[in-house]
C-alpha cells in the first residue's frame, strides 16, 4: 500500500527534496565554518542512507536532518537504494566534503571498515545507526539488541500458542530479512533460535530479502501450503506489509479474538503496525525507534566526539522516548548505546512517545 508523506508529496517526491537539502554543499570543504565550542556552526552534517523506499529509513532521514538543522548544521543526504557499492562511493564522495560528521546506516555491515578507518585518520567523527558494523571502529553506534529482539517475539508466540493450545505448538513462519544485514541476521537467529526450544513448533523458515512484494508471495505460498497456519513473524513491518495483504487475501486477516486469528508479531513500530495493533491483527510489535537512532547519534557525536571529548560509557538516560535509559558500552567496534528492546501492544500502543505517534502526531507525516 502506498505511503503518504508531509504535505501530500508522494515518496520520491520527499526523498528528492531531502536529497536537495544543502545541495550547494557538494563542494569540496564545504564542512568548514565558523566554530564555537568544537561544533562548526554552519558546516556539513552528512547522512548515508540505505534508501528511501521505506518508511523506516525516511523516518531515520527525518530524525537526522531535524537534529541537524537544529544545532545550525547544513544537511546533506543521499539514496544508496540498498545498493552496498552505491553507498560505498556515497561516504568517499562524503568524506572528501570533511563534514562535521558522517552517520550512516550501512548496507554492507563490514564493506565499511577501510571508509571508516579512513574518517578516523582525517579526523572526521563517524556515527553508525541500525545496523552496527561488525568489521571496523567508529566513534558512536546505536541500535538494539537485534537478537533479543528476535527472541522476544518467538517467546510472545509461544506464550500465545500456549494459551490457545494448552502446550506450545502450532506452525510458525518466519519471514526473515537479508542475511546481508547484521541486523536482520541477529533477528532470525534469535527467533528462531528460541522457537526450536519448543519441540511442538514447526518452524517454517523462509527468505524475503525485506522486499514486501517477495513477503507477499511468500506468505501466499505458505498459506496455500499450511492453510492452518497458526503464526507468523517479521523481522521488520516492510515484511509484515507483504504477509498481512497476504492474509487479507485469504481472510485471514482476524482480530485477536477469532478463533482462526493467525498470531502475529513484527519488529520496528511504524504506524501502519501501530494501527494493525489496534485493530487487532498484530498481537505484538517489537519496538525499534528510528527516531531515537538520528537523535541521539547526533547528540552524542557533537556533544562529545567533535568536542574532542571520549563518549562516556554508562547509562543514557532521556525521558522523551518510552525506553528511557539504555547502556553505552565499549566494543570491538567502538562505543555503542544498546536501546532495549520493548513490546508494543494494546497495552501501550497509544503512549505519545512511540516513534510511531511521533512522526503522524507531532511531525505530520502518514502512512497509509
Known sequence: MPTQFPSGMSRREFALGALGLAGAAMLTGCGSASSSGGLTKG??????????????????????????????????????????????????????????????????????????????????????????????????????????????????????LQKRYGTPKGKVLNGYGALSSSAWRARKDGFEGELKKYPGIQLISRPTEGDETKARAVAEATLSEFPDLDAAHAPSDSITRGIVTSLKGKGRALPRDHKNHVILTSIDGEPQSLQWTRDGILDAEVSQDPIAYGEVCVEMLTKYVVAGKPIPIGTYSNADYFWEKAPIVQTPNGPSCIVPPYFIDESNVDDPRQWGNVVTKKWGMSQT
Do not use: C
Not at 128 to 156: C, E, H, S
Open 43 to 160: 558546516g556539513l552534517a552528512a547522512y548515508s542512507n540505505k534508501g528511501m523506499d521505506f518508511f523506516f529509513f525516511v523516518v531515520q532521514n527525518e530524525a537526522v536532518r531535524r537534529a541537524s538543522e537544529a544545532l545550525g548544521l547544513k544537511y546533506q543526504t543521499n539514496d544508496a537504494k540498498a545498493d552496498s557499492s552505491v553507498q560505498y562511493n556515497h561516504w568517499n564522495t562524503f568524506l572528501l566534503q570533511k563534514p562535521v560528521f558522517l552517520i550512516s546506516d550501512p548496507i554492507d555491515s563490514e564493506g565499511l571498515a577501510p571508509l571508516a578507518q579512513r574518517a578516523k585518520s582525517q579526523k572526521i567523527p563517524v556515527g553508525i545507526i541500525d545496523t552496527p558494523l561488525t568489521k571496523g571502529v567508529v566513534d558512536f553506534t546505536i541500535a538494539f539488541d537485534n537478537r533479543k529482539g528476535g527472541q522476544m517475539a518467538a517467546q510472545r508466540i509461544v506464550t500465545l
